[in-house]
């Protein structure tokens, strides 16, 4: 036995039945709020066992200091934060950050949140969130990493490593938790918190996968979801918490719900009562209650389990995975958090430094009429409603992160070119008076960088949309911008696939990002002023219009794959059969072509690797860095497969006219799926490969599986 199992088994030995169930309870920081004077008394009687979203060290000194020195075991707690992409140094969204393509640029952006978190008493961080997300009408998109279940996994396992570390209980690292399990994305019509229907096969092949990754990468624990998956509420399932996660995947660490997902199980109409609910939930392998006004685990488990309704191993098993949490946290020998250490730790010129190189990596080149870079001395208008918005460069879920932190496009174009200023309109409200002034500024300009999008309000929990175009006045903005004649770079800030096609046939130059975080102003000049030669590229499909959601590349056959000028194909009347851009779509200042694919071998068994050869050439005369895309295609199997899968990519800095031949690294036992019966198969037969640029411009070879 470890000797952290001996402690734990010797703790749980002393702790009463109310005490086992405190350590299962956590509430929110409305402990400060005066009219919650329980919360302290719950606090001393050992009831609590962790608190949600403590923004301040001395807080949560405070708080260990109540938990260790007056309660009658001693017990530290976990305070837990959303420490999404930031917690004072914002950095950029996680979804704008997965453009880059650079897994080890999240984990250094993780890493760095996380020490200013756990340097100001943060120990739990409720991050990674990884859930796929094909429906541009969901608004959580933003805080995961796309539609593609490797892609994402690539990310989860990075933001795990960066926020944990190598040493948990250093006091600069964090317990990760991966969120939200599971398949939250899949919301039918993309509308928060909706039911979600999918074949098992479906959870597994696309929506598993992530998780799979955080556990394989140490994360410490899991959140549940507010949905009901399949008919079952992920937070109150016995098969997709313990028989799936525990059992199947073998993940041993704490589950926690999410925020009164467990109160919810009675309004989902799978509990009766709060009772039922604490006993449902409890049964299912839930560790933690994220109490949001009912605290179901600490009104009726004592009772429960009295009774026998609850055995006690199950509630011990529960408090023995917090408990071992915590010592492995460190909290039992160093509850506090140096206030000095605490205040040193937070921002500072490395945590901006990265954050401008995580911007300017992570802002996606969509179309170039030979107006970009731009010269510092072209006559330049900075328009629009996100020009000069500090909030809004922050995002959703910031953390303690600060607008007047936060740097402007305009801060810096001001500075940094021949530029004016004119905002043109809200973001959202109707301001056609601002048009005039905007309008007579492009005039007089050599070229207008308009900065548009959604408003960070507009993204995020219970956000989602309809229509997922521009909002307010915008694109009237750009319509008139357009009249002048005055070459456009139209720069669009989203948190979600929004519908662009109008915008891309107005401007000259299109730049899309999501919030970009402290040094978004920066970033985006260094893309413009061609400081910076854009590398990112999407990790979602967009729309041509909204209606063809949910939409990804991923996506199966059919029978009637979509032919235009064939009615009885799998097709929309009004609506083109093309997303406006694809999965992985992403332009440079370089241009790259690729030539000679080539594998190692042309059969192979499924367990073995093979080497994918690819010649790849910048032909333009800009250095540049080009994310080189390796999928698969299984053209016949026992369920049909998708058309395309993302199964590796290398992202590869080449000089001008230089060419390098790029080797991917491909496992075949990675091209298998869950058949029928759920078993994990690579089945014989013919498989093509496909490497290129985005996921609709590859080159293919075939190889045999044997
Ligand atoms: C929210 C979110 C979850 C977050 C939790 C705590 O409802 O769904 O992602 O971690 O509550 O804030």
Not at 98 to 118: F, G, K, Q
Not at 140 to 150: F, H, I, K, Q
Not at 158 to 179: F, M, P, Y
Not at 293 to 310: C, D, K, P, S
């Amino acid at each position: 036995m470890t000797m952290i199992a001996q402690q734990v088994t010797e703790l749980l030995a002393k702790m009463t039945l109310r005490e086992k169930v405190g350590q299962l309870t956590q509430c929110g920081n409305s402990i400060y709020n005066d009219d919650y004077k329980i919360g302290w008394e719950l606090l001393r009687q050992g009831r609590i066992g962790s608190l949600l979203g403590i923004g301040e060290v001395e807080q949560a000194n405070e708080l260990q200091r109540v938990a260790v020195e007056e309660t009658r075991l001693g017990i530290p707690l976990l305070l837990g934060f959303d420490v999404i992409h930031g917690y004072r140094t914002t950095f950029p969204v996680p979804w704008a950050e997965a453009c880059s393509w650079e897994p080890e640029l999240a984990r250094a952006t993780a890493a760095a949140s996380t020490r200013e978190a756990a340097a100001n008493g943060v120990n739990w961080i409720y991050a990674p969130m990884i859930d796929v997300s094909r429906d541009p009408r969901w608004g959580r998109g933003v805080e995961g990493a796309g539609e593609d279940p490797y892609l994402v996994g690539r990310f989860a396992e990075a933001r795990v490593k960066g926020i944990q570390g190598e040493t948990l209980s250093d006091g600069w690292h964090a317990a990760a938790c991966a969120k939200h399990f599971v398949a939250y994305g899949a919301a039918i019509g993309g509308k928060d918190y909706n039911s979600v229907d999918l074949a098992p096969q479906t959870v597994h092949d696309v929506y598993l996968p992530p998780f799979r990754a955080a556990i394989d990468a140490g994360a410490a624990s899991v959140m549940t979801a507010f949905h009901d998956l399949n008919g079952e509420p992920c937070t109150g399932s016995h098969y997709w918490i313990t028989e799936t996660l525990r059992e199947r995947m073998g993940f041993a660490g704490v589950v926690i719900s999410d925020a009164g997902s467990t109160d919810q199980l009675k309004v989902h109409g799978y509990t009766a009562d709060d009772r039922d609910t604490a006993k449902t939930a409890l049964l299912a392998g839930l560790d933690v209650e994220m109490c949001f006004g009912i605290f179901t685990y600490q009104e009726h488990l004592e009772a429960l389990v009295r009774e026998g309704a609850v055995p006690v191993d199950t509630l011990d098993a529960a408090v023995r995975r917090v408990l071992t949490l915590k010592y492995e946290l460190g909290l039992f020998e160093h509850p506090y958090r140096d206030v000095k250490m605490a205040a040193a730790a937070l921002g500072g010129d490395g945590s901006r430094k990265l954050a401008r190189e995580a911007a300017r990596r992570s802002v996606v080149l969509l179309k170039n009429q030979d107006v970009l870079p731009l010269k510092k001395t072209q006559r330049m208008a900075v328009i629009g409603p996100l020009a000069d918005d500090r909030e809004e460069m922050l995002g959703t879920w910031s953390g303690v992160g600060r607008a007047e932190e936060a740097v402007s496009p305009w801060d810096a174009l001001k500075t940094r070119a021949n530029a004016s200023h004119a905002k043109g309109c809200q973001a959202v409200e109707p301001s056609p008076a601002l048009f005039a002034e905007a309008v007579q500024l492009a005039q007089n300009s050599e070229v207008a960088v308009v900065f548009v999008g959604e408003p960070r309000s507009m993204n995020g929990e219970g956000k989602s949309r309809t229509s997922n175009t521009l909002p307010g006045v915008q694109l009237e903005l750009l319509e008139k911008l357009k009249a002048t004649g005055t070459p456009l770079v139209v720069v669009v800030i989203g948190g979600r696939p929004l519908v662009l096609t109008r915008v891309a046939e107005l401007a000259d130059a299109l730049l899309f990002s999501g919030a970009l975080g402290v040094e978004a102003g920066q970033a985006y000049a260094d893309v413009i002023l061609g400081e910076y030669n854009s590398s990112a590229k999407l990790v979602n499909t967009f729309p041509t219009v909204v209606g063809q959601a949910p939409l990804y590349y991923n996506h199966n056959n059919t029978g009637k794959p979509p032919v235009e000028e064939f009615f009885w194909t799998s097709k929309y009347l009004d609506a083109p059969i093309k997303p406006l851009f694809p999965f992985g779509y992403g332009l440079s200042y370089s241009r790259f072509t690729y030539a000679n694919l080539a594998l190692s071998q042309t059969a192979a068994t499924g367990t073995e690797v093979i080497e994918v050869r690819v010649d790849v050439t910048n032909t333009s005369a800009v250095d540049g860095e080009e994310i080189v895309q390796l999928y698969i295609t299984d053209p016949v199997a026992s369920l049909v497969r998708p058309v395309k899968e993302l199964k590796g990519f290398a992202k590869v800095f080449l000089r001008a006219g230089e060419m390098k031949t790029v080797t991917l690294k491909l496992p075949l036992q990675s091209t298998g799926f869950h058949n029928r019966k759920l078993e994990y198969v690579v089945e014989k037969g013919k498989l093509l490969i496909s490497v290129g640029t985005n996921s609709a411009d590859t080159i293919s070879q075939a190889l045999m599986i044997v």
